[in-house]
C-alpha cells in the first residue's frame, strides 16, 4: 500500500519560511515522479513543483520560481519544498503526489496516481 507522509506545515508571518517533507512508502519509486500541488479555499489545486525520484530534474510553477524549491535527499528517500518569502495569498493545503506511468515530469494533477493527506500552510500579514 503506498503512502504519502507530509509534514511541515504550519503558521508564518510574511517573509518567513517553511519545508515541507513528503515521505513515500509502499514502493520501489524507481522512475517515478514527486510532486507538490497546493489548494486554496475556493480554488482550484495547483502545481507547485515536481521531481523525479532520482532527482535527475525538476520542475517549478514559473509564479513559484525563485521562491519555492523542491529537492531530495536520496539518503532520506523524501522530497521537501522549501519556501521562502511566504505570502499570504500562498496559504493552502499542499499535497505531495507521486506520477509512475511516466518518464517526463507532469504539471497535470490528474496524471499523478498517489496522494498524501495534505499539510495546511498558513501565512499571515
Known amino acids: 500500500q503506498v503512502q504519502l507522509v507530509e509534514s511541515g506545515g504550519g503558521s508564518v508571518q510574511a517573509g518567513g519560511s517553511l519545508r515541507l517533507s513528503c515521505a513515500p512508502s509502499?514502493?520501489?519509486?524507481?522512475?517515478?515522479?514527486m510532486g507538490w500541488f497546493r489548494q486554496a479555499p475556493g480554488k482550484e489545486r495547483e502545481f507547485v513543483a515536481a521531481?523525479?525520484?532520482?532527482?535527475?530534474?525538476?520542475m517549478h510553477a514559473d509564479s513559484l520560481k525563485g521562491r519555492f524549491t523542491i529537492s531530495k535527499d536520496n539518503a532520506k528517500d523524501t522530497v521537501y519544498l522549501q519556501m521562502n518569502s511566504l505570502k499570504p495569498e500562498d496559504t493552502a493545503v499542499y499535497y505531495c503526489?507521486?506520477?509512475?506511468?511516466?518518464?517526463?515530469?507532469?504539471?497535470?494533477?490528474?496524471?499523478?496516481?498517489?496522494w498524501g493527506q495534505g499539510t495546511q500552510v498558513t501565512v499571515s500579514s
Open positions: 509502499g514502493r520501489t519509486f524507481g522512475r517515478d515522479g
Open positions: 503526489a507521486a506520477e509512475t506511468r511516466r518518464t517526463w515530469l507532469t504539471q497535470n494533477q490528474y496524471d499523478y496516481d498517489y
Open positions: 521531481i523525479k525520484w532520482s532527482g535527475s530534474s525538476t
